[in-house]
Every structure is written in structure tokens, then in C-alpha cells.
């Protein structure tokens, strides 16, 4: 594991996967990033590619050839290159190989590039095609949050709240992963969404064409504890694993899990991103702790 720190924060990265796996204030001491306790999700913050959740049947189409896929994609159980670093930055790459071409047919480099300023950790994420054709992929990010973060309050105690009022119909999942018809109402015309011990019920919370591009995390006296900036993410998750799990995630997404009726068409899943020869697709997002 690698680290960097400032004068307010230190973080720290693993290899295996460029994981997030630590956020913590150097004034408070507080771990704000979840610790991957196995007893309910033995990850902190995985990488999403090519795919985003689960795909129908556990394998999706490119030209007139199948490939197995498996739930979030390829690289979060792969170990990354450091591959550049400084006092408060760490960049990290990844490319394709002859395993990831049995299920991703593309030439590829990902870069993970984390970085400190001030109160703030931004995460960059950088996607390449080392091929001579447009490559197509989904990608997101998986960060979980300790909450509660005061020990002696509950996760019930804590709120998102949206920095723009928002109208949400979350579509729900099913047993296999997968996006049903049915919905369910999220938000209604609102800024605060409570963490309720039933919220995850249907698992994640998957939200889109939202009017927001922060929230922040609250507590029941009102105390921000930080904020998400998610920038233009196409898809925002909001997940946590059971009624008594002690963190929640916020994950920005390019895509989301296939839906009951797919096609199994790899270029027809939602939010499809492309990166073409000589070009970077990039995306950004940061969390900014309030102390």
C-alpha cells in the first residue's frame, strides 16, 4: 500500500486494483473511508471497467463473438503500476493483456491518478485505447464512507443532502443483478435524502439526469461531515450492503448493470463511453472532508 499526505490529510492506495483505502484527517485522526470489514463488504473503494454491475447471464457480445464478464469488469482484482508520484500525488496504470482480452477484446491503458489539495482528495480516472478503432466502455467508481463517523450515533442518524433539489424514480434491482421495470420513489423534489435502515432494501439506489453535482453528508445535528463532488457522471449510485452495514457508498458511473431485457450487445448498454485513437477520455471527482 501507498500513501501521501498533506498538512490536513493523509490517503492511502493499494496496489491490487488502485483501491482507495484510506482518507483520514491528520488534526482528528477520524477514518473517513470504509475498512473493508468482510463481515458486510470486504472492499473501500473499487474501480469499475469495462462494466458496471452485473451483465445478463454473465456474458456480453462484441461483433459475433461472446465473452464472459464478470460483475464491475476486469481491474479491481488486478495489481496496477505505480507509475508516476509526488508529495501529494500517486498515478497509477494498467493495461490490457492477453487475460483481459478473453473477456474485453480491446487494447486498452486505464490511469488512476489521486491527488491532495488542501481538505480535498481528487480522483482522476484516464482511459486510453492502444488500439486504431474507437473502443467502447462503461466506467465508475465505488467509494464507501464510514457512517456513522461519531460512534455514538447510528447511520440512521445521517443524511445525504443533494446541493439542488432533485425528482427521483430509482429503478429497482433484482435478485440477479440485473434492472427491472418496476420503480421506486426516491426523491421528491428535495434536497435531503434520509439514510433509512430500509433505504438498500432493493439494493443500490441508482439515480440519473440529476440537477446536482455535490452532496454532503450530514448529521442529525446538522454537522457536515464532507462533501462529493461528482461532476457529470451519467449515473449516481448510492448502495450500502444490509440494514446494519456502518457505511454507505456514492458511486459516479458511466453505465449501470444490464437491465432484464438486454440485448447482450455490448455498444447497446446504457451511457456507453467511446475513446478513439490519439484521444484521452478523462473523468474527475473529489471529496472534500469539513472539519
Sequence with gaps: ?????????????????????????????????????????????????????????????????????TKHGLVRNRKWQLSDRSKTKLIFSLQSDEESRKHYPY???????????GLTCTIRYEVITLGTDR?????????????????????????LVFHESESQNAPIINDEGLIGPKKQLVLNDQKELAIADDLFDHDALILENLNSTKLSLVDKAGTKQWTFDFGNCTHLGIWS????????????????????DVSGIFVEKPAIQWVGPDEIWSYEHAITIDE
Design 241 to 260: 450492503a444490509n440494514r446494519q452495514s456502518p457505511f454507505v457508498c456514492i458511486e459516479p458511473w458511466f453505465g449501470v448493470a444490464d437491465y432484464e
Design 1 to 69: 500500500m501507498l500513501s501521501i499526505q498533506n498538512e490536513y490529510l493523509s490517503i492511502a492506495i493499494k496496489e491490487s486494483g488502485a483501491e482507495l483505502a484510506s482518507i483520514k484527517s491528520l488534526n482528528s485522526n477520524v477514518e473517513y473511508l470504509w475498512q473493508a470489514d468482510p463481515e458486510h463488504w470486504g472492499r473501500h473503494s473499487c474501480i469499475l471497467f469495462p462494466v458496471i454491475g452485473c451483465v445478463k447471464e454473465g456474458e456480453t457480445r462484441v461483433g459475433d463473438k461472446s465473452y464472459p464478464m
Design 107 to 117: 487494447d486498452f491503458e486505464l490511469k488512476a491518478i489521486y491527488q491532495l489539495d
Design 135 to 159: 473502443m467502447p466502455f462503461n466506467i465508475g467508481a465505488h467509494p464507501a464512507f464510514n457512517c456513522p463517523i461519531n460512534k455514538d450515533l447510528q447511520r440512521s442518524d445521517y443524511k
